[in-house]
């Protein structure tokens, strides 16, 4: 989604908003009213702000090196405890459903081994 540039009529502040492009006029409000689309010089965002890796330690700096570390290191970005709770949740959730559909399908392998007189014992 791109970041706009709005500006109040009334006040003079301005403020920046993602929008999709058919929402683009849809601007904040400040002073009641809507902020209207502003066209300023392209917006550069800056770098990220260096920092220590949680993981080993070293010195990460700016978008590429976090990738790079995140990569490494085998890490993802943290998304906050819910969503951590979540994605640990979904995973679980997975892993039963895959061993429930090994053990499945392992039993009708082991039925369709047997004679018709032991699957007769079973029934
Ligand atoms: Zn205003």
């Known amino acids: 989604m791109p970041l706009y540039a709005y500006g109040c009529a009334a006040c003079g502040n301005e ?4 929008r999709t492009v058919e929402q683009r006029h849809d601007g904040p409000f400040c002073c009641g ?3 209207s689309l502003e066209i300023r010089p392209s917006y550069v965002q800056g770098d990220l702000q260096g ?5 080993n330690g070293k010195w990460v700096e700016g978008r590429t090196a976090r990738r790079d570390d ?8 943290w998304e906050g405890m819910e969503n951590e709770k979540r994605e640990a949740d979904r995973q679980r959730k997975y892993a039963e459903d895959k061993s429930e559909k090994r053990l ?3 039993a009708r392998r082991a039925y369709h081994q047997l004679s018709p007189a032991q699957r007769r014992t079973l029934e």
Not at 70 to 77: D, F, G, K, M, V
Request: aromatic share 8%; glycine share 0%.
């Open 70 to 77: 995140l990569a490494r290191t085998h890490s993802r970005p």
């Open 104 to 106: 499945d399908e392992a």
């Open 33 to 35: 009213e809507r902020m």
């Open 15 to 18: 403020d920046d908003a993602f």
């Open 51 to 55: 920092y220590v890796s949680p993981v």
